[in-house]
């Protein structure tokens, strides 16, 4: 029960310090407030997160509903499901350590940089409540890559650590607010008054402190998993 | 090396947006906008191809003496994500 606890208390804090979605919420916060006024780009924002928090909500519920459906996980091997998952997020530790961001004094990520154009193009012409929410929607797409493996392994702790489906749901719709945790500091900075510039540059100067905890919580998830699931 | 055609009245908007961002008055935002696009045209007048590196350097340049943060993003911000 601890070692399934542990390992979704971790996958809540990855889900906290990815970047993509609180890049593009600090640019949409940026653009509002320039445009709009203080009241109603505050109130895009909490639209923004709402769909944020919704799209990977339902992100993690039809990965949950798709994999114990499908008895998929049924039909492997509980030590082969967990080397699977344990080399994932190894390799996925060492690549979010080499390339998570590009090189320089910025917050780049290693996106391709048409689509990081259109979604900035997006955020700067967001002046309503719906497009804040789609805009808040698909921004979880580019980081699916990381959050559906996330979701793969959280399914397996959860099968393991519940199994009343109501629970089940009340323990998912707790590890998706830590995906919105970073979105609220940002809206709570700019309830204060602080603007892009003292955020971006607490997020260039933090920025070496966020790639080595990201790569090393999901290595301690590998090592969990390799400690606890396959030679225990 | 990318030439670039400056266009004051776009400049003004997204330098106007960025001003209320930071918190600068929209008043005094356009009295330092209106100046920076001023001496922005007086410094690359002697220049036959300007590009947009000269561009945003010169105008990062000119904003640097109004506001910090002003200038910080108009620098950075095609550096967030």
């Known amino acids: ?232 | 090396m990318n030439e670039s055609h400056f266009d004051p009245k776009s400049l003004k908007r997204t330098l106007k947006i960025d001003a209320i961002s930071v918190g600068i008055p929209s008043g005094a935002a356009d009295d330092f906008i209106n100046a920076t696009i001023k001496s922005v045209e007086k410094s690359l007048s002697s220049k036959t191809q300007i590009t947009n590196g000269d561009l945003e350097r010169a105008v990062a340049k000119e904003l640097q003496k109004y506001n910090a943060d002003f200038a910080y993003v108009y620098k950075n911000r095609d550096k967030i994500v």
């Open chain 1, 1 to 232: 029960m601890f070692t399934s606890l542990g390992i979704l208390i971790l996958i809540m804090f990855i889900l906290a310090f990815l970047q993509f979605i609180p890049s593009i919420f600090l640019l949409f916060s940026h653009y509002a407030h320039g445009q709009l006024s203080r009241k109603k780009a505050s109130k895009l924002g909490y639209i923004f997160i709402l769909g944020t928090y919704l799209g990977t909500t339902i992100i993690f519920l039809l990965t949950f509903a798709i994999l114990v459906w499908s008895k998929l996980f049924s039909r492997i091997s509980p030590t082969i499901l967990s080397w699977i998952f344990s080399g994932v997020f190894f390799a996925t530790s060492l690549s979010i350590f080499l390339l998570y961001y590009r090189k320089g004094k910025n917050t780049r990520l290693f996106v391709s940089r048409k689509l990081v154009q259109k979604y900035h193009v997006n955020a700067s012409h967001t002046k309503t409540p719906s497009d804040a929410f789609l805009l808040g929607f698909f921004s979880i797409i580019p980081e699916l890559i990381f959050t559906i493996p996330l979701f793969a392994c959280a399914t397996t702790e959860l099968t393991i650590l519940q199994t009343n489906p109501f629970i089940i749901t009340l323990y998912i719709l707790l590890i998706t607010l830590s995906a919105i945790v970073p979105l609220l500091a940002i809206q709570i900075a700019y309830s204060r008054h602080s603007n892009l510039a003292t955020i971006q540059r607490f997020r260039v100067k933090n920025k070496s402190f966020v790639k080595c905890f990201l790569s090393l919580i999901y290595l301690l998830i590998a090592s969990i998993i390799i400690t606890f699931r396959i030679i225990s």
